[in-house]
């Protein structure tokens, strides 16, 4: 079955840096797009960022642009997410997602991980 | 950016209901909405994609429907594991967004 396995989430302080890891398992990874999506304590959920299947193309929300990067390894199955100059407002769970729809077709989250906390706190 | 509103906020409701919950969009989506429940504690679940089309494994009770600006999901009649919060999310343009969710809670 699908495993979508996040790591690196913790506390951080205002500015510094963090990178989150996704560890796939179970799917065809290098077919889908994928996706960060977050949720911040007792809030809705936003798109943070999305990644084409092959990595030739990436969107970002206004909130984090030119301060996270998202990248794929696909032969290693793994996303990644480096989030820089970190505010509190930054302060979610993060959640790694698969796109329902293989290639280019995409926007739809079918597969959810179970999210990393990351707070950011002096 | 695509604006989505979700109606009503709150829904009280008994199990065996109905439940009706609303999404409308600023401007057109299309039918390329989606609509996900998430349980506390939980991840969200894809329920609902390209407006009417059910996700796999997702009872039949639960109906979307709509296009455009105007989009309903439908559950027929609750069973105990459907109270949740539901989320509407559309993939028109990006910034995909998120409708700020509709809680159904027992009555």
């Known amino acids: 079955q699908v495993q979508l396995v996040e790591s690196g989430g913790g506390v951080v302080q205002p500015g510094r840096s963090l990178r989150l890891s996704c560890a796939a398992s179970?799917?065809?990874?290098?077919?889908?797009?994928m996706h960060w999506v977050r949720q911040a304590p007792g809030k809705g959920l936003e798109w943070v960022a999305v990644?084409?299947?092959?990595?030739?193309?990436?969107y970002y929300a206004d909130s984090v642009k030119g301060r996270f990067t998202i990248s794929r390894d696909n032969s290693k199955n793994t996303l990644f997410l480096q989030m820089n100059s970190l505010r509190a407002e930054d302060t979610a769970v993060y959640y790694c997602?698969?796109?329902?729809?293989?290639?280019?077709?995409?926007?739809?989250?079918?597969?959810w991980g179970q999210g990393t906390l990351v707070t950011v706190s002096s | 950016e695509i604006v989505l509103t979700q109606s009503p906020a709150t829904l009280s409701l008994s199990p065996g209901e109905r439940a009706t919950l609303s999404c409308r969009a600023s401007?057109?989506?299309?039918?390329?909405l989606a609509w996900y429940q998430q349980k506390p504690g939980q991840t969200p679940r894809l329920l609902i994609y390209d407006a009417s089309n059910r996700a796999t494994g997702i009872p039949a009770r639960f109906t979307g429907s709509g296009s455009g600006t105007d989009f309903t999901l439908t559950i027929s009649s609750l069973e105990p594991e459907d109270f949740a919060v539901y989320y509407c999310?559309?993939?028109?343009?990006?910034?995909?967004?998120f409708g700020q969710g509709t809680k159904v809670e027992i009555k």
């Open positions: 997602a698969r796109d329902l729809y293989r290639g280019y077709d995409m926007g739809t989250v079918e597969y």
């Open positions: 179970g799917l065809t990874f290098s077919s889908y797009a």
């Open positions: 999310q559309h993939r028109s343009n990006w910034p995909w967004t």
């Open positions: 401007q057109s989506v299309s039918s390329y």
């Open positions: 990644i084409w299947y092959d990595g030739t193309n990436k």
